[in-house]
């Protein structure tokens, strides 16, 4: 009772303003999404796509399971850059320090999808795609790449300052990463209107290309409106929130006799 409580809170954050220049303060609701829709429109420096997700939160017993879909349609800049969708699908459980991912997989057209499987009682990290399987220790608080934007609906970072840095381990199916982000707010101009944001910064290291930068949205449970990065291939991609759909309602039992 006690973990469902905490978890009530979590997954309720919600805010109108902050606190004072360099605090973040968020007002809580007690209600729970069972299901988020997003839509993006997606630009890059070589076209223009379509990105659909759709977070779905179950209840069973006392614990909480988490499944993340991610449709990128065969329009603009990913029908250049491969044929067909990208389907990323990110599952898990719901834990007071937010998601805790058990499999995660890329599948682009007919490749061989790339996948990681979490072994949170070993402690072991599985890669599994085009290259072969590899084994990697499993540190605590371990994201893939598609939960990592959707795991602050679930814990908060109320209590971190302008300027704070957040440090979280991150595969993509390939690769472990150490990535550092950088804490700031702004206030961003969206299709839904202005929104106070948290911006997440991903810091650079020496040998690291990658560069990411995560807009989320206290008014919309911190659910991610604005993405930008550039990608180890150099490829710079931006993600703006196009529409956001949140269910609040539980489903019925199925028929019974």
């Not at 209840?59 to 065969?74: K, P, R």
């Not at 934007?149 to 993509?172: E, K, Q």
């Not at 930068?213 to 180890?232: D, T």
Request: charged content about 20%; overall charge negative.
């Amino acid at each position: 009772m006690r973990f469902f409580l905490i978890f009530l809170i979590l997954l309720g954050l919600k805010s109108t303003a902050f606190a004072s220049e360099n605090h973040i303060a968020l007002e809580t609701t007690t209600k729970i999404p069972k299901r988020i829709q997003i839509n993006y429109t997606v630009k890059a420096d070589i076209g223009y796509g379509e990105l659909n997700e759709i977070v779905d939160i179950d209840q069973n017993n006392e614990s909480h399971t988490f499944n993340i879909t991610s449709d990128a349609q065969a329009t603009g800049v990913f029908k250049i850059i491969n044929p067909g969708k990208i389907l990323r699908n990110s599952q898990g459980v719901v834990t007071e320090h937010g998601l805790q991912p058990n499999y995660y997989s890329d599948q682009r057209v007919d490749n061989q999808p790339s996948l990681a499987l979490f072994d949170w009682e070993k402690q072991i990290l599985t890669l599994k795609n085009e290259e072969g399987e590899t084994l990697k220790p499993l540190t605590s608080g371990t994201l893939d790449r598609l939960s990592l934007p959707y795991n602050f609906i679930f814990t908060p970072i109320s209590d971190m300052r302008n300027g704070d840095l957040l440090a979280i381990h991150v595969t993509d199916g390939h690769s472990l990463q150490l990535m550092q982000f950088k804490i700031s707010r702004e206030t961003l101009n969206t299709p839904l209107g202005p929104l106070d944001t948290v911006v997440l910064t991903k810091q650079q290291t020496n040998n690291d290309k990658m560069q990411k930068k995560i807009w989320l949205s206290p008014a919309y449970h911190m659910i991610p409106v604005h993405i930008q990065s550039i990608e180890k291939d150099g490829l710079e991609i931006e993600s703006m929130i196009a529409k956001i759909d949140i269910d609040y309602t539980v489903p019925p039992p199925c028929c019974t006799q």
